[in-house]
């Protein structure tokens, strides 16, 4: 049969010339091999980290990141404070993050972290992490200042009204944050009406 003499045909043909053999010839002493491959697989430390929150104004953001000892400048923003994480080591942003979600519990705020063209932004409430959210989604919603400083066209330096939270002593945070509250609480009672106020009339 003719199909007796394939085996024999393959056999010659694949033992004569071995895959790989016509392949140039490399200098192997002096090919250099990065240490770090992490960047390959989209992975390893973010050039750029933030938490995009609802606080109104820099700097009771500021004061409030003292107090937890967070590294970051606060940016004012028309949708709220954001917060440019400085330590991007690890799972810092995270934790960043969290410790920020737990001074405004209730309120939930956005981590949104940059490594080249990848962006990634996860929802943080109460300090515990949540689902992560379409980047183009959050882009969409945001302002422009606020977009170019996630995307990198604009840097923190660029920007006024930034406050750093390292700048704030913990005595100041503290007073900045009663005296915010109080007067908080002092608007909040403009529009109330008096319990005992109309008794009397």
């Not at 406050?163 to 908080?184: E, H, P, Q, Y």
Request: charged content about 20%; hydrophobic content about 40%.
């Amino acid at each position: 049969m003719s199909d007796s003499t394939r085996p024999e045909n393959d056999g010659s043909s694949s033992s004569s010339t071995p895959a790989g053999d016509d392949l140039p010839d490399f200098d192997l002493d002096n090919l250099e091999i990065p240490d770090d491959l992490s960047s390959l697989t989209g992975g390893g430390q973010p050039e750029f980290a933030a938490v995009i929150t609802q606080i109104a104004g820099a700097e009771p953001l500021a004061a409030a990141s003292s107090l937890a000892q967070l590294d970051l400048d606060a940016v004012p923003t028309s949708i709220g404070a954001v917060a440019v994480l400085k330590d991007l080591a690890g799972d810092a942003p995270e934790q960043a993050a969290a410790a920020i979600s737990q001074l405004v519990r209730g309120v939930p705020l956005v981590l949104v972290t940059r490594t080249g063209e990848q962006m990634t932004a996860v929802r943080f409430a109460d300090g515990v992490r949540g689902d992560e959210l379409a980047p183009g989604l959050v882009l969409g919603g945001a302002p422009d200042n606020v977009v170019d400083l996630l995307t990198g066209a604009t840097s923190v330096a660029d920007l006024d009204g930034v406050v750093g939270s390292t700048s704030i002593s913990k005595f100041k945070a503290v007073w900045m944050l009663t005296s915010a509250a109080r007067k908080a609480r002092k608007g909040m009672g403009k529009g109330e009406p008096g319990s005992g106020s109309t008794d009397g009339a």
